[in-house]
């Protein structure tokens, strides 16, 4: 493979690839979202918990060890009792809300015709 050929550009670990990845779970885009417009980029565990009521605090913990890990969130744990730990976007963590924004705001303009699509047989649509 020759090093710029457009074969190269799509290899297992090229940019729009592993930005993909980052999206492998459906909860990543919407807790981007929520710490962004409820939160304004940082909140603590619990109170993202109640913004998004339909994650179980499992998934929601193992999907912000993968947004830490990513490099889009900030973990910070308080010394406070009980102790607490607090939630932020990075900067690029912000600067990847922007297009998960455009996304979010394509899809409200299209709800209607959206809503009349055939479920996929995985979905929780109904």
Request: hydrophobic fraction near 35%; charge should be positive.
């Amino acid at each position: 493979m020759k090093s710029g050929s457009a074969e190269e550009e799509w290899r297992e670990d090229c940019a729009p690839r592993r930005v993909l990845e980052l999206f492998s779970t459906k909860w990543t885009s919407m807790v981007l979202h929520t710490l962004a417009v409820r939160h304004e980029g940082t909140a603590r565990s619990n109170a993202l918990h109640r913004s998004l009521p339909a994650i179980s605090k499992k998934m929601l913990i193992q999907t912000l060890r993968e947004m830490e890990t990513a490099g889009i969130v900030l973990r910070t744990e308080h010394p406070t009792v009980p102790p607490s730990v607090e939630y932020g976007l990075t900067a690029l963590g912000r600067q990847l809300v922007e297009p998960i924004e455009l996304i979010y705001d394509w899809a409200r303009r299209n709800a209607s015709t959206l809503d009349a699509l055939q479920p996929r047989a995985t979905s929780r649509r109904r």
